[in-house]
């Protein structure tokens, strides 16, 4: 299912269980343009992404009913590949990474300011439609890997690699590139918009966890070269 992902106009889910980040949230958004739907536990969180189908979806980790932000991410990709930020007062590479591989497109740290809120949806947004835009018939072959633009799936040795949305971004940045070393700034602004230029340890943790998905020994990596200061590179047989 594939979200409205014009921005002026885009329809946000805001699932926390706390009334007053709510409702502070809420106001944010409403008076910056969007339409906010609101879901206070993972249970009724999930009905409405299936049933509204949200534009994008901002999702607190801990929630109230047992059913808390990961699982909630979980299964919504099983159905859908609507944005979401994860809301969280962790700031753990570990939980980043955990939400991360559920499927999250983001995550924003408790507190927060209002224009660092307006700011990631602005971009997560941004790149939700990109890539809507620009999916073709295109297909990348990089050793055993292969990529398919249209169907948004990857393959290692005929084996079906299970890639956020994120993951799948970055990798088919670095295969626009192949052989190529891409810089640090070129691949945050290219994947997740020019606010992020300078996150060097955003990018740190992301190619960490995708080498985990696509190399045979993410301790020795095969395909994605690290180049120390500089940036990464996909490495491709002639």
């Known amino acids: ?7 002026s106009d885009a329809r ?8 007053k980040l709510q409702r502070l949230v809420r106001e944010v958004l409403i008076a910056s343009g969007y339409t906010v739907l609101a879901a206070n536990t993972g249970a009724k969180a999930i009905e409405m992404i299936a049933v509204q189908n949200p534009d994008l979806v901002l999702l607190d980790i801990v929630l109230a009913d047992g059913v808390d932000g990961y699982e909630v991410a979980r299964q919504t990709r099983g159905f859908s590949d609507v944005p979401i930020i994860m809301l969280t007062a962790k700031a753990r590479e570990s939980d980043l990474i955990k939400g991360f591989d559920t499927g999250a497109d983001d995550y924003l740290t408790k507190p927060f300011s209002a224009k660092e809120l307006l700011v990631r949806i602005r971009a997560v947004l941004s790149r939700a439609r990109t890539a809507a835009a620009d999916i073709g018939n295109a297909e990348i072959h990089c050793g055993s890997l292969h990529i398919d633009l249209a169907r948004r799936l990857v393959t290692r040795e005929g084996a079906e690699l299970q890639l956020t949305r994120t993951e799948f971004e970055l990798l088919c940045e670095l295969a626009d590139h192949s052989n190529q070393v891409v810089q640090h700034e070129q691949l945050l602004s290219a994947v997740w918009g020019p606010e992020y230029r300078d996150d060097i340890d955003y990018l740190r943790s992301y190619i960490r966890y995708l080498r985990k998905k696509i190399e045979a020994n993410p301790a020795e990596p095969e395909y994605i070269v690290t180049y120390q200061g500089v940036g990464y590179m996909l490495a491709c047989p002639d």
Not at 1 to 7: D, G, L, Q, R, V
């Open 12 to 19: 946000i889910l805001v699932v926390d269980d706390e009334p």
């Open 1 to 7: 299912m594939t979200p409205n992902t014009e921005i």
